[in-house]
C-alpha cells in the first residue's frame, strides 16, 4: 500500500523521474506552454509553482541589477538562484520560426521576467488545458501553461471573442 506517498512514480526510479521534470520545467520556463501527458502536467504544475513561488518571494531584489544591491541582498538572491539552480537547468536553446537559435539563461527568466509578471498575484501560475486524446497510445494530453503569457491560448480565445462581438 502506499499511504501517505504523495507524487506519481510514472514507472521510473527517483532519479530518471527527477530529470524528466527537470526537462520538462526547463521547457515551460523557456517556451511558456508545453503539451503533455496529462498526469505529468499534473504534476509538473506542483514543480513549476514552487519555482514561480520562490521568484515572487525573493520580489524586488530579483529586478535590481547585482551592482546596486547591498551584502544582504545579494546574499538573498545568490541564496534563491541556488535552490532554484537545484531544478532548474541554467542555460537552454530556444529555436525561433526562421531556424536562428538563441541561448537563454532560464535562472534569470525565471527570477527577473517571470518573478516580476506574477508579484502581485498569490498563486496559481500555471494552467491545463485538455486536448484529448494521442492518436498513438490513446493517452490522454494536455497543454500545460503559464497564466498571463503573451502565447496564451485561452486569452487569445477569449481576445478573438471580444473582437467578434464588438
Given at each position: 500500500?502506499?499511504?501517505?506517498k504523495?507524487?506519481?512514480?510514472?514507472?521510473?526510479?527517483?532519479?530518471?523521474?527527477?530529470?524528466?521534470?527537470?526537462?520538462?520545467?526547463?521547457?515551460?520556463?523557456?517556451?511558456?506552454?508545453?503539451?503533455?501527458?496529462d498526469?505529468?502536467?499534473?504534476?509538473?504544475?506542483?514543480v513549476?509553482?514552487?519555482?514561480?513561488?520562490?521568484?515572487?518571494?525573493?520580489?524586488?531584489?530579483?529586478?535590481?541589477?547585482?551592482?546596486?544591491?547591498?551584502?544582504?541582498?545579494?546574499?538573498?538572491?545568490?541564496?534563491?538562484k541556488?535552490?532554484?539552480?537545484?531544478?532548474?537547468?541554467?542555460?537552454?536553446?530556444?529555436?525561433?520560426?526562421?531556424?536562428?537559435?538563441?541561448?537563454?539563461?532560464?535562472?534569470?527568466?525565471?527570477?527577473?521576467?517571470?518573478?516580476?509578471?506574477?508579484?502581485?498575484?498569490?498563486?496559481?501560475?500555471?494552467?491545463?488545458?485538455?486536448?484529448?486524446?494521442?492518436?498513438?497510445?490513446?493517452?490522454?494530453?494536455?497543454?500545460?501553461?503559464?497564466?498571463d503569457?503573451?502565447?496564451?491560448?485561452?486569452?487569445?480565445?477569449?481576445?478573438?471573442?471580444?473582437?467578434?462581438?464588438?
Open positions: 500500500m502506499r499511504h501517505k504523495q507524487g506519481r512514480q510514472f514507472g521510473r526510479d527517483t532519479s530518471h523521474r527527477r530529470a524528466m521534470f527537470r526537462a520538462l520545467a526547463a521547457n515551460l520556463v523557456l517556451h511558456e506552454r508545453i503539451e503533455t501527458t498526469a505529468k502536467a499534473k504534476e509538473l504544475r506542483r513549476a509553482e514552487r519555482l514561480i513561488t520562490r521568484a515572487v518571494r525573493l520580489g524586488s531584489v530579483g529586478q535590481t541589477p547585482s551592482d546596486k544591491l547591498s551584502a544582504a541582498d545579494k546574499a538573498k538572491r545568490v541564496s534563491t541556488r535552490q532554484v539552480g537545484r531544478f532548474l537547468q541554467r542555460f537552454a536553446t530556444k529555436t525561433s520560426a526562421s531556424g536562428e537559435s538563441t541561448r537563454v539563461d532560464l535562472q534569470e527568466k525565471l527570477l527577473v521576467e517571470l518573478g516580476a509578471r506574477y508579484k502581485d498575484r498569490p498563486g496559481g501560475y500555471t494552467r491545463i488545458i485538455k486536448l484529448g486524446r494521442r492518436r498513438g497510445d490513446n493517452a490522454p494530453m494536455s497543454l500545460i501553461e503559464l497564466v503569457s503573451a502565447a496564451s491560448v485561452v486569452d487569445g480565445a477569449k481576445k478573438a471573442d471580444k473582437q467578434e462581438a464588438a
